[in-house]
């Protein structure tokens, strides 16, 4: 009799959480999407409150799209990457009206009665949301456009992105959209982290960006961001007829959608959408800097296809960059990781575009002197691509008396030593001396394209540096969360994240290493064909300039600069110490690599090789390692008491290997 009433309190207790749940996914849609509540906060948070009181006594009931399940709480150790169902292409931009036209015409040769949408071009962070039978499964950052970061974890606490969609959905659907924060939130956020005494965010786009990344997704929980779907990657069922189709398909479904679309039957009424909006810019609530026009005819687009880098049948007709009016308070000298000395204008501060601007680049000595600004001088500025702030010009104002005009210092305002002069460019000489010079090498080295240590930024790096614990880049790699905790405002937590972060960064490809030394002139394409053409560092060392050019494609002038950095003892000094300091360099995959684009996830304990072993022999024949199983995974190697991943593997119906398999499979592929 009791076994029998505790299934009825079961029951019960089920039917009333999937009553909430189905209540709460109702008002979040209306809150966060509509922005039309029907209830107060206070009795939103008490049906809150009661689910989450049902799941506590009935752990074996909640569900992972609960409403409750969205914030979370754990630290993630990094970000898986996974595939995207189709590469997410960029589009082919131009301010133009001309090129506009010629989009048009091209179109309507294949399709004389072509339509046309137009939407506004969304300036947040680009996603692809996965649904499976109408539940919330990926989300995934645009990264390289062909695969991007698995940033589930985080999205799952973006209100406006519904857990569970409405029926009747595809049983396999991808979605596109922008992950953005409103501009009011903006401006809220950047008060709260300045009263905190935080780093604010340059725009909203790099709030979004950086909130949607957190290793921590209960700091993404904390900021105001919201999704915008605008397309349909895949769906189950067949393709839509039509873009206005598949956006009304998305609004059905409980997902937001751009507002102020439009559907144009012509060039003049693109370019009357086109002027409409920009004239409504300063009135949104959102940062956008142009209009997407897209074909409306989705079997049109299949015709027209894409090249490499963009569809065919699509544009972005951007706005003119914001121009705003101010006066020049200051000049300030920064000193860059390279020891160039750059003249910063220090604005009256102006909002551009929803931006508050208080400095801007004045370039180098000969372009200040060229363009003769000085302090008090009213200039007109810009974000150049909406987003850098740059002084245009200098107005003129008769009768009014200038100051004099500026003087790039005589030594380095960071450690005092003697400037040089070099063309138009200031240089500071003391390259291992210069604290500037050492904290802008730093969040270089730590950077995306180079270490990627998540967490090192200007801030931090000045604190390492001011501190004494990092003298050279190579301390870096020596420092523990004891040491860390000597940071103002480190505590345990954040100590142990940033140096679990340097640790895993530890082990990077010659190319991202090549990188992040900040040799003169070496971006990641370079430090690519570096990579591919030596294969190993000490060969780059070693090489003369014409080998260079000759195994790397290198143009002489950036032949001459490799060769250079190598040839001064301190560089190599430097790269020696990294190296001591156990940092591990891999070879860069080269196209030719036998495991070229396929991935691996290993799972329990190997007998006849250690995981970083097995990691290695993938890596070194062009493969990649992943830690999560995902659609993106063509191997999954079994060892003894292998974990869940297993389990996932055999879900998803993936190639597992035994280690005598994988072995057998390295054997052949280094025989290719």
Known sequence: MKRLRSRRGSARAAARMERLARALRRHDYRYYVLDRPEISDAAYDRMVAELRRLEAAHPELVRPDSPTQRVGGAIREGFATLRHSTP????????????????????????????????????????????????????????????????????????????????????????????????????????????RGSEPFANPRNAAAGSLRQLDPSVTASRPLRLVAYEILQADGGPF????????????????????????????????????????RDRLDYDIDGVVIKLDDLGLRRRLGATSHHPRWALAFKFQPRVEVTRVEGIAVQV???????????????????????????????????????????????????VIPEVVERIPEPGRRR??????????????????????????????????????????????????????GPEVAGALVETGLVRGAADLFRLTARDLLRLPGFAARSATKLATAIERARR???????????????????ARAL??????????????????????????????????????????????????????????????????????????????????????EVEVLGGRVGESVG??????????????????????????????????????ARRE
């Open 403 to 456: 100051r004099r005009p500026f003087r790039m210092p005589a030594r380095c305002p960071s450690c005092g030593t003697p400037a040089l002069e070099r063309g138009p460019r200031t240089l500071c000489p003391n390259q291992l001396g210069c604290p500037a010079q050492l904290r802008a090498r730093l969040v270089h080295l730590a950077s995306e394209q180079g270490f990627d240590i998540a967490g090192l």
């Open 336 to 386: 860059g990781r390279t020891g160039v000395l750059t003249p910063v204008a220090l604005l009256r501060p102006v909002d551009v575009g929803g931006v508050t601007v208080s400095r801007a680049t004045l370039h180098n000595r000969d372009e200040l002197t060229r363009r003769d600004i000085r302090v008090g001088d009213r200039v007109r500025i810009h974000r150049a691509g909406d």
């Open 508 to 526: 990077i490809e010659l190319h991202r290493l090549l990188h992040a030394l900040g040799i003169p002139g070496v971006g990641p394409v370079a």
């Open 531 to 616: 990579a591919q053409g030596f294969h190993r560092l000490e060969s780059i060392e070693r090489a003369g300039p014409d080998m260079l050019r000759l195994r790397a494609g290198l143009g002489p002038v950036l032949a001459r600069s490799v060769h250079r950095f190598f040839a001064e003892p301190r560089n190599r000094r430097a790269v020696a110490a990294l190296l001591d300091a156990g940092v591990v360099v891999l070879p860069t995959p080269g196209r030719e690599g036998p495991l070229a684009g396929r991935r691996f996830v290993f799972t329990g304990t190997l007998e006849r090789r250690t995981r970083e072993h097995a990691r290695r």
């Open 631 to 668: 659609r993106s995974v063509d191997f999954v190697v079994a060892g003894a008491d292998p974990g869940r991943k297993l389990e996932d593997a055999r879900r998803l119906g993936m190639r597992i290997l035994r280690e005598r398999e994988f072995a057998a499979l390295l054997r052949r």
């Open 88 to 195: 997410l292409l960029s589009l082919e931009a131009t301010r133009e009206p001309d090129v506009v036209r010629r989009f048009v015409t091209r179109v309507r040769k294949l399709a004389p009665d072509a339509g046309f949408v137009a939407e506004p071009k969304l300036d947040g962070v680009s996603v692809e949301l996965v649904y499976e039978r109408g539940a919330f499964r990926h989300a995934i950052t645009r990264g390289t456009g062909r695969e991007g970061e698995d940033v589930t974890v985080n999205a799952r606490t973006i209100r406006s992105i519904p857990l569970r969609l409405r029926e009747p959905v595809p049983r396999r659907l991808a979605v596109r959209g922008e992950v953005l924060i409103g501009l009011r939130e903006f401006e809220a956020l950047n008060r709260a982290l300045l009263a």
């Open 241 to 280: 007829p039509s873009d206005r189709a598949a956006l009304e398909a998305l609004r059905r479904w409980g997902l937001a959608i751009p507002d102020r679309v439009g559907f144009p039957a012509g060039i003049d009424e693109i370019l009357a959408y086109h002027a409409a909006l920009e004239a409504a």
